[in-house]
Nanobody
Framework: QVQLVESGGGLVQPGGSLRLSCAAS????????MEWHRQAPGKQRELVAH???????IYGGSMKGRSTISRDNGKRTVYLQMNSLKPEDTAVYSCSAFFNGSAYWGQGTQVTVSS
């Protein structure tokens, strides 16, 4: 069982930045592929970014060029740095872990972009 806890969300003005964190349990974190997704009210969940256990990154279209996913295996944490935020980036951001054929999800953290 892998537990994921996101943090770092909040209210930010348009054009601002946030860094989200996702802390994972489990001694084999370095073997997990990790993702960040987001879901806005009334919209489907969409992939923001993916990072493999080997550090290869893939970005979804919604925040490509404005976000960076990274991981610190020693801290068992994955990060999502988001820049140039727009009101349409408002959503619940969740992280997920993929390991040994199973997927695990965190509860999510709210990001609100508003002046």
């Amino acid at each position: 069982q892998v537990q994921l806890v996101e943090s770092g969300g909040g209210l930010v003005q348009p054009g601002g930045s946030l860094r989200l964190s996702c802390a994972a349990s489990g001694r084999t974190f370095s073997a997990y592929d990790m993702e960040w997704h987001r879901q806005a009210p009334g919209k489907q969940r969409e992939l923001v970014a993916h990072i493999t256990s080997g550090g290869i990154t893939i970005y979804g279209g919604s925040m490509k060029g404005r976000s960076t996913i990274s991981r610190d295996n020693g801290k068992r944490t994955v990060y999502l740095q988001m820049n140039s935020l727009k009101p349409e980036d408002t959503a619940v951001y969740s992280c997920s872990a993929f390991f040994n054929g199973s997927a695990y999800w965190g509860q999510g953290t709210q990001v609100t972009v508003s002046s």
